[in-house]
């Protein structure tokens, strides 16, 4: 023990001759630019040879050392202190990129490998999960416990395949997403949230029975309270970007750049447009039949060609995923059987909402930050649990 003490005293010792006349022309030339700096630089350098000569009385008498743990620990406060010089010695210019740089890095992957909260851009799982909810995605959850019936799963969808584990292409499609033609990079597979019918070992089975949609797990009739009992209204939504004038000042809305899109919104029907829970409706937004002058609607309760399928019995390593909102979710119902490696994690809760089609609620603030806040903030499904 003492050997090893002694050696890295030695090693200390040497360090401080070699850095002591840098040292101090750190403090000569900060002395006026940065006093507080200049101190603190030589209040560690005092504290190191202070330190230092305290053990070489030690190992000069090696016979008065009571604690060899205690001595080890000094030297190891020497080494604290010349790593905290050296941070002190890096260019601002260095400090002020490596913090955001590393916290960048930590951030990114904490995101890629132990959560995410991506926004909610389809209504595969209404009313569970709305266009515009943020969902906390837990992606370890499975290394813990098993996929169960009932989870809400995020998966990447398997119409477009994944390259080779951990290959540039993979690597490429799991971090960026977006083809980039010039070096011959494919796009990625899109995300999408479905529910896990079936696990490994089940038989699942979907029938029409009075024009309705049945599933049948191993031969018995599937109750399912999560399924959206809501019609479907047609919706007209516009999104698009904002622009200034030519003084940059105010911001007006692109008309131009405005895309008119056609979805599916879930709509109580005892309740007015001006009350709806889920979405925000107005007339403006609702097209009408030019036969029938009303809007358009989606029954929930009849069934369609492709809720009837044949048995199947669920292979190791597959599941059988299905979405909430039945009426307008593409599912195993079009794909088939969901491989394990598609599936990344679990929806644990919704962390905020926000109602808009935009692609970031950005720019809706920008459009009206008044009517943001007060009619297109869903508080009511912030933190919400799963």
């Not at 101090?24 to 603190?40: R, T």
Request: with cysteine; proline share 7%.
């Amino acid at each position: 023990m003492i050997a090893k003490i002694q050696q890295r005293h030695d090693v200390l010792l040497k360090k401080l001759a070699e850095q002591s006349e840098y040292i101090d022309q750190k403090v000569d030339d900060w002395k006026f630019s940065y006093p507080e700096q200049a101190l603190y630089i030589e209040t560690k350098k005092r504290t190191i040879e202070k330190t230092l000569n305290y053990v070489t009385q030690a190992l000069d008498d090696p016979e008065s050392i009571e604690d060899l743990e205690a001595l080890s620990k000094k030297l190891d406060d020497v080494e604290s202190v010349f790593a905290s010089l050296q941070h002190d010695f890096k260019p601002r210019w260095r400090k002020m990129i490596e913090i955001p740089a590393f916290l960048l890095l930590i951030t990114f992957l904490m995101r890629s490998f132990i959560f995410s909260v991506p926004c909610i851009t389809s209504a595969t799982c209404e009313p569970t999960l709305l266009i515009g909810d943020r969902a906390f995605i837990n992606k370890i959850a499975y290394e813990f416990a098993p996929i169960k019936h009932g989870d809400l799963v995020f998966l990447d969808a398997p119409d477009i395949p994944l390259a080779p584990k951990w290959s540039k292409n993979y690597i490429w499609q799991r971090v960026v997403g977006s083809k980039f033609e010039p070096l011959n990079l494919p796009e990625g597979p899109k995300t999408t949230i479905l529910r896990v019918i079936a696990v490994p070992g089940d038989v699942i089975e979907g029938k029409i029975e009075h024009g309705a949609a049945i599933l049948y797990l191993n031969g018995k009739k599937l109750n399912e309270p999560y399924l959206n009992p809501y019609p479907l209204i047609a919706s007209q939504q516009k999104n698009g970007a904002a622009k200034t004038s030519a003084k940059f000042f105010p911001l007006t809305f692109n008309k131009q750049a405005t895309k008119k899109s056609v979805t599916w919104s879930t709509y109580v029907p005892t309740k007015s447009l001006e009350e709806q829970p889920f979405y925000r409706l107005t007339k403006e937004n609702i097209p009408v039949s030019s036969i029938t002058g009303k809007p358009f609607f989606k029954d929930p309760k009849t069934a369609s060609p492709h809720d009837s399928f044949e048995a199947v019995q669920v292979p190791t390593g597959h599941y059988w995923c299905l979405g909430d909102n039945r009426k307008n979710s593409v599912d195993s119902r079009t794909w088939g059987l969901i491989d394990e490696h598609l599936i990344r994690g679990r929806v644990q809760a919704i962390m905020y909402s926000i109602d808009t089609q935009e692609s970031t609620w950005v720019l809706d603030i920008i459009k009206d930050p008044v009517q943001f806040c007060s009619k297109k903030l869903r508080t009511s499904r912030f933190l919400k649990k799963i």
